[in-house]
Nanobody, 125 residues
């Protein structure tokens, strides 16, 4: 069972940084690929980043590559998203998600079966 709770969202100026956390209260965190998605205002939810169960493999959407870093601490059942050089177009509700399937390059929402409630990130220009 996976139960995910995001935290760390807020308001930041363009060019600034923000870190998100997602804690899992379940008992199978370390066996799941973890991902971050976001839903910009008026748009569909989109893939942001994913990390393998070991943390050794990561995958990013082109729009965030080089600016965002996903990481995880299996001892704390927590996945992180460090966001640097933020842009107004990064404004969205950010969700963490867990997938029981292996591999980090699958970006479809369908492979993720557990989701957090989301946290708002707003980047002002």
């Amino acid at each position: 069972q996976v139960h995910l709770v995001e935290s760390g969202g807020g308001l930041v100026q363009a060019g600034g940084s923000l870190g998100l956390s997602c804690a899992d209260s379940g008992r199978t965190f370390s066996s799941h690929v973890m991902g971050w998605f976001r839903r910009p205002p008026g748009k569909e939810r989109e893939f942001v980043a994913a990390i393998s169960w070991s943390g050794g493999y990561t995958y990013y959407a082109d729009s965030v590559k080089g600016r965002f870093t996903i990481s995880r601490d299996n001892a704390k059942n927590t996945v992180y998203l460090q966001m640097n050089s933020l842009k107004p177009e990064d404004t969205a509700v950010y969700y963490c998600a867990a997938s029981p399937s292996s591999g980090v390059t699958g970006t479809s929402e369908a492979r993720f079966d557990s989701w957090g409630q989301g946290t708002q990130v707003t980047v002002s220009s």
